[in-house]
């Protein structure tokens, strides 16, 4: 399109000006492939102490060790361990760190996970009891836990664990967020946290498979396979009504075989 000029001519308008599309080799390096500071522990440790928690309101039947708080107790005192090492980011690497970090999360998921099988063993023998409350509050503290374990499993491993991403010594990672995709979508100073993984770990849980971010390696493969595997099927328990209280005993049995099923399948 013309416009006139001074004097009546037809002039061309000037072209906008275009901005250059920026070289993605000029692009900085985001936060999750190059040394950054290290993680805060705070939101790990309130997932560790909140697992140890829970394990507190699993009935005594289903558990192996007893006081129920002793193994609790060993959990907070490996904590305890791992927070002298890094107080408060975890900038220190040390082979001590590390393995207690590992030995942490396997004692969290052994005990669950055996705590899962004698809740299991023991509904499918009609031998959990008869009262539903204590049998959904251990189905909700195994199912809970086990969101917390295995979150912690994904954050110790991907990379080498969070050590070793602060550090940028391997740049492959075993979890493919989306955000390292969608890197214009982003600031440069993202980069993935416990929160990332403990959703990983939610969403593969309630989904029964990966969401937004998807495994790369074969270990975190099998590991979201072994988690879904575990995870206690729908409806939660809050979804079902209670059953309703009868003064006669002949109806006890198919109650209390309702309130075992219901806790089974969640």
Known sequence: MTEPGDHGELTQPDHPTVEPVPDPAERPVPAWRRPTRGENRIAVAVAILAAAALQLFLSQQFTLIHPRWLLPALEVALLASLTVINPLHMDRHTPLGRNLGLLLVAIISVDNGISAVLLDTKLIGGTAGNDAGPL???????????????????????????????????????????????????????????????????????????????????????????QSARSPYPPPPWSSPAPSTSSNKATEPALSTRCASRAHRW
């Open 136 to 226: 959904l509050a251990s189905a909700a503290s195994i199912y809970l836990t086990n969101i917390i374990a295995f979150g912690i499993w994904y954050w110790e491993l991907d990379r080498d664990g969070p050590l070793a991403r602060a550090a940028a010594l391997s740049p492959h990672p075993d979890f493919l967020f989306p955000q390292m995709t969608q890197e214009h979508l982003v600031s440069e100073h993202w980069e993935p946290h416990f929160g990332d993984y403990l959703y990983v770990s939610f969403t593969n849980a309630t989904a029964f498979s990966p969401t937004d971010t998807m495994p790369l390696t074969r270990g975190v493969k099998f590991l979201m396979a072994l």
